[in-house]
């Protein structure tokens, strides 16, 4: 997928909210201008502010910079536990949250219910395991999210089991972190990575959510407060899975499938 229909498909229609606002209040100021001519000067502030936003938007697309201004950011929503919200305008990822709560309070915004159909829908057009993804989404919907949390757990590593197969040749498959590990080495080495292409940033974002996730568990000793592969799936888990923790992962399992249209790999 080129990064021109990468903008079509994932960037404009998130422009689409500003620039319908935009016409209501073109609309609004007409009406109000033909009557009270002087309170035109109350929208100053309105203008000035969504052309600040339309231009934090539009200004990386043009020149080209959007990777260099982003890249950091996008890694550091990955860091939180959260990748790409396609329900949420892109410029979401623009801005660093203070604080791991801050994060998951935006993002939440735009996961309701609605949304999360969208998602499972979204999920059921990829090559995955049809009851498994059934049996994931009984789970979340029954507030069994542990139970939930294995499932979708178990089918990012299969895509990164089944990666390793059908790319390139090794002797031996790895799991846990060392198969993220084997996938970065993969993708750096394979030429296929523009760091200058937009969808260089749904790359970084993936592959941080996925070596946190994946993080050795150091002989269990301490466990980590990002959710982590291996205390869940060896019940060594003190934590209680949340819903939120839940659809993190429905998100990272469908943004992975979306990396390997993108960068045309197989998993």
């Keep these: 997928m080129s990064d021109s229909d990468l903008t079509k498909k994932y960037i404009i229609p998130n422009l689409k909210p500003f620039f319908e606002q935009m016409g209501e209040m073109a609309i609004s100021l007409n009406k109000s201008f033909s009557k009270f001519g002087k309170i035109i000067l109350q929208y100053n502030d309105m203008i000035e502010q969504w052309s600040q936003r339309i231009s934090t938007i539009i200004k990386p697309l043009v020149d080209g910079t959007i990777v260099e201004n982003y890249k950091s950011s996008f890694e550091e929503w990955g860091n939180y536990g959260w990748t790409i919200i396609e329900s ?105 990575i523009d760091e200058k292409s937009i969808k260089y940033l749904l790359y970084c974002n993936i592959t941080v959510f996925l070596k946190k996730l994946f993080e050795s568990a150091n002989n269990f000793k301490d466990e980590p407060d990002f959710l982590n592969r291996n205390f869940i799936m060896h019940g060594m888990t003190k934590k209680k899975v949340r819903r939120k923790d839940c659809i993190k992962l429905f998100l990272a399992l469908k943004n992975f499938l979306l990396l390997s249209e993108f960068y045309n790999f197989k998993c």
Aim: net charge positive; glycine share 4%; proline share 2%.
């Design 88 to 192: 949420a305008p892109i410029s979401l990822f623009f801005e660093i949250p203070q604080t791991q709560i801050d994060a998951d309070k935006i993002a939440l915004r735009y996961l309701k219910k609605s949304e999360l159909e969208l998602l499972f829908k979204d999920l059921y057009t990829y090559k995955i395991k049809k009851l498994e993804l059934d049996e994931a989404i009984k789970c979340f919907k029954s507030s069994c999210y542990k139970a939930c949390a294995m499932i979708v757990i178990s089918m990012i590593e299969q895509k990164l089991l089944n990666f390793q197969d059908r790319n390139g040749e090794f002797d031996s498959k790895k799991v846990g972190g060392k198969a993220v590990s084997r996938f970065n080495t993969y993708m750096s080495n394979s030429g296929g």
